[in-house]
């Protein structure tokens, strides 16, 4: 499945605002959504054909929401980071990584040389070394989120199929039919608690695919402060560093 980014549109009226919007055709959409990334940038996906029209009168709909989100996101915003880090602090395990960089020729690579420091062998472009960082998080988050979502599922008697760990850009977590649950990466910049309200609520999809009362009912018996910390997942991508996400700095 391929998905294509169009160009960009006037947001608002040119004499309001010089605000863009841009419009991301994908073939799993089945009706139009638009989200406010935290650096303030506009996308709406569309499924495929939808015609320009449609998409300009769906955001005159919502000019007002996605106004509201797009000064919250430029007040939220975390200051400019330093690339590459020089600490790689991942708050769901607790776990802070020191980065030590040696350049050199060929190609990029990741060589863990005590608990809690790595190196960075090689040079390339900040590009490159995103991609490097971003993978690497990948992985260390699948490795300390199996065990934890196994633990959890044993805990609550809720089974599943199989889990993957994903850099998705809009959800922090799914559960199909199959009970496959996907993960985002960024989970591991959250607290702890938020993470396995998530893992608790993934689970809770197994046996309702929905968010009726029973499904809620069920995610409050293990978590009965779901509600907070809903809210805090919800602003999770203020704790995110810039590096990890696709929508720039």
Not at 55 to 78: G, L, N, Q
């Amino acid at each position: 499945m391929t998905d294509t980014t169009g160009t960009q549109h006037s947001l608002f009226d040119a004499r309001e605002t010089a605000a863009t919007f841009t419009v991301r055709h994908s073939r799993r959409a089945r009706r139009l959504t638009v989200r406010v990334f935290v650096t303030g940038r506009v996308e709406v996906v569309v499924p495929p054909r939808t015609p320009e029209r449609m998409v300009r009168d769906f955001v005159s709909r919502h000019r007002e929401w996605i106004a509201t989100r797009r000064e919250r996101a430029r007040r939220d915003r975390p200051p400019p980071a330093i690339f590459p880090p020089a600490v790689i602090e991942l708050a769901a395990f607790a776990e802070c990584w020191s980065l030590h960089m040696r350049p050199g020729r060929g190609r990029l690579q990741f060589v863990t040389v005590a608990p809690g420091a790595l190196q960075v062998h090689g040079d390339a472009p900040d590009g490159e070394l995103r991609r490097l960082l971003r993978a690497w998080v990948r992985r260390r988050s699948a490795a300390r989120l199996g065990p934890w979502l196994e633990s959890l599922a044993r805990e609550t008697g809720l089974g599943y199929g199989r889990m993957v760990v994903r850099s998705q850009r809009t959800r922090w977590g799914s559960c199909s039919s199959r009970g496959t649950i996907s993960l985002n990466a960024n989970l591991a910049f959250q607290r702890p608690a938020v993470v396995r309200y998530l893992l608790l609520h993934e689970l809770a999809h197994t046996r309702y695919m929905n968010h009726s009362s029973r499904f809620w009912n069920l995610v409050a018996a293990f978590a009965p402060d779901w509600h907070a910390l809903d809210r805090e997942l919800s602003q999770g991508w203020r704790h995110v560093p810039a590096w990890m996400r696709d929508d720039g700095d």
